[in-house]
């Protein structure tokens, strides 16, 4: 496989780079090629503005999307952009690799795929879930937590962590046509001992390893609804 591994954590030596390294010294070591995209140390741009279109369709009015389509089409996008798209494109796999902040994703990880995710290419008008620009292609997560696993299970404090990551997992992942697989998670990483640690980055050579067996997500399927996107009827039985 072709793989884009996205980084997002600024500290160098944190848990969360010591397992994108582990997970790119496994997937190359099962034979397949990985690109790395590590947002801090590109000093990546988050913020989506005018100057991203050099040719603008409507220089009076932004509209990011509208205007996202005409610089594709027009081979005007702006360069961070049209890299990462390309890479993201090429890819079979992508895995985006992260810590858990405040039930969400670091601001400069959800800045490239504001950015990056496209209308046109990867989504628009009826292609969107298993019709999205990306279909056939699989997404996961990396993630680190200060919470022990219990909190974010049903019946936990916070609720499931996928309930939690909706957003990302159906949202974003899955609305462009990826086959999410289950987030890969180290918990309570800043109070572990380094025999915890090591366990977690054997753990991430097992999921590597077992990809192709793990379950996609559930995501809906636009077979299941009608042209004004309602429900189609369920046949009785």
Known sequence: MKVLLVHAHPEPRSFCAALKDR???????????????????????????????????????????LEQRHAFETGTLAPDVAAELDELR????????????WFSVPAILKGWIDRVFLSGPLYGGRRFYDRGGLSGKRATCLITTGSRAHMLEAGGIHGPLEGMLRHLLQGTLGYVGFRVLPPFVAWHVPYVDEAARRGFLEALDRYLEGLDRLEPLPMPSLDEFDAEMRPLAKPRR
């Open 23 to 65: 997970a790119v010294a496994t997937l190359e070591r099962l034979g397949h090629a990985v690109t790395v995209s590590d947002l801090y140390a590109m000093r990546f741009d988050p913020v989506a503005k005018a100057a991203d279109f050099a040719q603008r369709r409507d220089p009076d009015y932004l509209n990011y999307a």
């Open 90 to 101: 090429a890819a079979d796999l992508l895995i985006l690799v992260f810590p858990l902040w």
